[in-house]
């Protein structure tokens, strides 16, 4: 048995471990503008990202999109994935499919799509100027709404599919006996539907958070120029000011908020499915 | 409480009639078992009551009112669900309390009424377990006490004794009729086991392909059946395809005269005689006949008669040891003798005869 687990231990170890240990490792680094960076131990890089108020309001951002986004993926998924669930025709298959469609299609190439609707030339605001309705363009393109519209549309998709398999594992069963005893169906929904769902909840809730928090290509291009999350700031460090040590920081920085964020999170959804 | 109207209930998929025309009266109080094979529409009949299946026409009735188009949580029934579908994130008091919650049913009441109907069920001190910490009899003992405590207008089980063993089922069988008399329930039963249904209604409606056959008490189920096919499903039954002659005589297709209840007789009459109404002797009156096979059960005995190509069944009593009876083999001639008026003509359908009869 241990063997058999070796190679895939190894492969772990390799592909993920290995190259955060290096990271960690950089961030304790120090700059030097001739050498790259030099050796060192220090939480100096840490400090200033935290001191830096450029640095909070850009984690600030981020976790505000990262919030926005799940809760309005739940929102938006839970029904999606209930109607998904229970349908019984020959239709499931092909409406599953047409759920994974959007991640067909690279973040980049969606994000130009978004663009071009959205845009001061775009298709909304020629649509809006035709009838009449606005006289100058309407600022869509470069706002907080439009990353969090591109970000909702890339992991609808992840919410939706995790919730509906939770859901089709409720049988269908228990509504009707909820039903049959007198429960309306928003009733039905709150006592029996949803805290049976709780597990998906959490699951689906954890996935779409990390992937928020991590989003590059839909806040870059979405966002414009003034507007700046974690995972483009960090990229800015490593490519643009070629500061290795401070934007492995930022990265460590991104990543322990977020673990933090997940388990509180997740614990809390385990304890309510556990109590109820 | 009250009673239940089944008027005309039609229910159509795009392939198949589900339910056809099926016209029902459930007095308040009594218990009356659906019976008949798979497929026949039992649970389909069951759910339109319920609410979870809209029926394609026809009109439902509880306690007079019209609850055709009223939503599954309006209608006040108790549903014992074949699979039990107990709420698992509950204990097996929050699932029992769910119905009186739903009605509003304030808080002490709803404690002592709960505690009452967990010792009817035999459930007392279960009553903090969740339900996969239970047996499957104490499970089924659940939804029964679920769906009883709200004390429905009608009650409703979709098979609920499939799921355990037999031993079980004949205890809960009886358990469940008790409680039915005792609290006067309004009862709906579906069930394809006979014998279920024979030992538990005042009533059964014997179904088949969506349509309704028969509705009788078993007794007249058994003893007067309406056609072949019922006579072939509730209890056994010889049916035999012929021709009457003159009357009180039936010419089977194999040849054999038969002595039947003169009776005006329709083209493509069954004769159906039941299997113990049938006495073998060894001399007195009586068609002469060769014992083909003779099966030992224990209290009873089979015996396979033929009668020149005709093939007959007969049960009767295992006989003594020592009983000249006892010693009947295969092969040996016996008089095979029966009161004409038990050997009836029956109407039929294509497809009622299943077995190996005829
Ligand atoms: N949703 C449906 N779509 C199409 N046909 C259905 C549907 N539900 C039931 N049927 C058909 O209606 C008929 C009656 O089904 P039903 O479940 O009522 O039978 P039943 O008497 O309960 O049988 P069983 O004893 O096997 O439970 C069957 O032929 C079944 O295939
Ligand atoms: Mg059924």
Same mark, same amino acid.
């Given at each position: 048995m241990a063997a058999l687990l070796l190679p895939a231990t190894l492969l772990v170890l390799g592909l993920l471990v290995a190259p955060m240990a290096m990271l960690f490792r950089i961030s304790l680094n120090q700059y030097d503008a001739a050498l790259m960076m030099r050796e060192a131990l220090s939480a100096e890089n840490y400090l200033r990202a935290l001191a830096d108020p450029y640095y909070r309001e850009v984690l600030g951002t981020t976790l505000g999109v990262a919030f926005s986004c799940t809760l309005l993926a739940l929102l938006i998924g839970f029904p999606a994935a209930y109607w998904l669930a229970r349908m019984e025709s020959r239709w499931k298959s092909l409406a599953t499919i047409l759920t994974l469609f959007p991640l067909l299609v690279g973040n980049v190439v969606r994000a130009a799509g978004w663009m071009a609707l959205l845009g001061r030339d775009g298709a909304i605001n020629a649509g809006l100027f035709g009838l009449g309705l606005v006289a100058e363009p309407w600022p869509m393109l470069y706002t907080t709404g439009a990353v969090i519209v591109g970000i909702l549309? *890339?992991?609808?998709?992840?919410?939706?599919?995790?919730?509906?398999?939770?859901?089709?594992?409720?049988?269908?069963?228990?509504?009707?006996?909820?039903?049959?005893?007198?429960?309306?169906?928003?009733?039905?929904?709150?006592?029996? *539907?949803?805290?049976?769902?709780?597990?998906? *909840?959490?699951?689906?809730?954890?996935?779409?958070?990390?992937l928020c928090m991590n989003a590059y290509a839909t806040p870059v291009l979405l966002g414009g120029p003034q507007f700046k999350m974690m995972a483009p700031a960090v990229y800015d460090q490593f490519v643009r000011g070629t500061n290795w040590p401070f934007g492995a920081a930022l990265a460590f920085l991104l990543l322990i908020v977020t673990l933090v964020l997940t388990i509180i999170g997740s614990t809390i959804l385990a304890g309510r499915s556990r109590s109820r | 409480m009250g009673t239940l109207t089944l008027d005309g209930l039609c229910r159509r998929y795009a392939t198949t009639t589900a339910v056809e025309r099926v016209d029902l009266e459930v007095a308040e109080g009594e218990?009356?078992?659906?019976?008949?094979?798979?497929?026949?529409?039992?649970?389909?009949?069951?759910?339109?009551?319920?609410?979870?299946?809209?029926?394609?026409?026809?009109?439902?009735?509880?306690?007079?009112?019209?609850?055709?188009?009223?939503?599954?949580?309006?209608?006040?029934?108790?549903?014992?669900?074949?699979?039990?579908?107990l709420f698992p994130h509950m204990t097996v008091?929050?699932?029992?309390?769910?119905?009186?919650?739903?009605?509003?049913?304030?808080?002490?009441?709803?404690?002592? %009424?709960?505690?009452?109907?967990?010792?009817?069920? %035999?459930?007392?001190?279960?009553? /903090?377990?969740?339900?996969?910490?239970?047996?499957?009899?104490?499970?089924?003992?659940?939804?029964?006490?679920?769906? !009883?405590?709200?004390?429905?207008?009608?009650?409703?089980? /979709?098979? &609920?004794?499939?799921?355990?063993?037999?031993?079980?089922?004949?205890?809960? %069988?009886?358990?469940?009729?008790?409680?039915?008399?005792?609290?006067?329930?309004?009862?709906?039963?579906?069930?394809?086991?006979?014998e279920e249904a024979l030992t538990m209604a005042d009533r059964l409606v014997v179904m088949e392909r969506g349509r309704v056959r028969q509705i009788g008490t078993a007794e007249a189920l058994y003893e007067r059946p309406a056609d072949a096919f019922v006579a072939g499903f509730i209890g056994r039954c010889n049916l035999l395809r012929g021709? &009457?002659?003159?009357?009180?005589?039936?010419?089977?297709?194999?040849?054999?005269?038969?002595?039947?209840?003169?009776?005006?007789?329709? &083209?493509?009459?069954?004769?159906?005689?039941?299997?113990?109404?049938?006495?073998?002797?060894?001399?007195? /009156?009586?068609?002469?006949? %060769? !014992?083909?096979?003779?099966?030992?059960?224990?209290?009873?005995?089979?015996?396979?008669?033929?009668l020149a190509g005709t093939r007959l069944v007969a049960v009767a009593p295992t006989p003594a040891e020592g009983d000249a009876r006892r010693g009947l083999a295969p092969g040996d001639a016996v008089l095979a003798h029966w009161d004409p008026a038990e050997a009836r003509l029956l109407p039929a359908e294509p497809g009622d005869l299943l077995d190996d009869q005829a």
């Open positions: 549309a *890339v992991v609808a998709p992840y919410m939706i599919l995790t919730l509906a398999a939770v859901i089709e594992s409720i049988p269908r069963g228990v509504e009707e006996a909820a039903a049959n005893l007198g429960a309306g169906p928003m009733t039905a929904f709150r006592r029996v *539907v949803l805290p049976l769902a709780l597990p998906g *909840v959490a699951a689906g809730c954890v996935l779409v958070f990390i | 218990f009356v078992a659906l019976l008949g094979p798979s497929g026949c529409g039992k649970t389909t009949t069951l759910r339109m009551v319920a609410g979870f299946v809209a029926p394609s026409s026809g009109r439902i009735l509880i306690a007079g009112r019209d609850v055709t188009h009223a939503p599954p949580h309006g209608r006040d029934t108790g549903m014992v669900f074949q699979s039990y579908a008091g929050e699932n029992v309390a769910f119905g009186l919650e739903m009605r509003k049913v304030a808080r002490a009441e709803r404690d002592a %009424r709960v505690r009452e109907v967990l010792r009817l069920a %035999r459930l007392d001190g279960l009553g /903090d377990r969740l339900p996969r910490q239970l047996s499957g009899g104490q499970q089924q003992r659940v939804a029964l006490a679920r769906a !009883l405590v709200v004390n429905p207008a009608v009650f409703l089980l /979709d098979e &609920p004794l499939s799921n355990l063993d037999a031993k079980l089922r004949a205890e809960v %069988r009886i358990e469940i009729r008790a409680l039915q008399q005792r609290l006067g329930l309004t009862t709906l039963f579906v069930t394809h086991d006979q021709t &009457p002659e003159a009357p009180g005589q039936f010419r089977t297709a194999s040849g054999a005269l038969l002595p039947c209840l003169p009776q005006p007789a329709r &083209p493509g009459d069954i004769l159906a005689l039941r299997p113990e109404r049938i006495a073998l002797r060894a001399a007195g /009156d009586g068609l002469p006949a %060769r !014992l083909a096979a003779v099966t030992y059960l224990g209290a009873q005995t089979e015996y396979h008669l033929d």
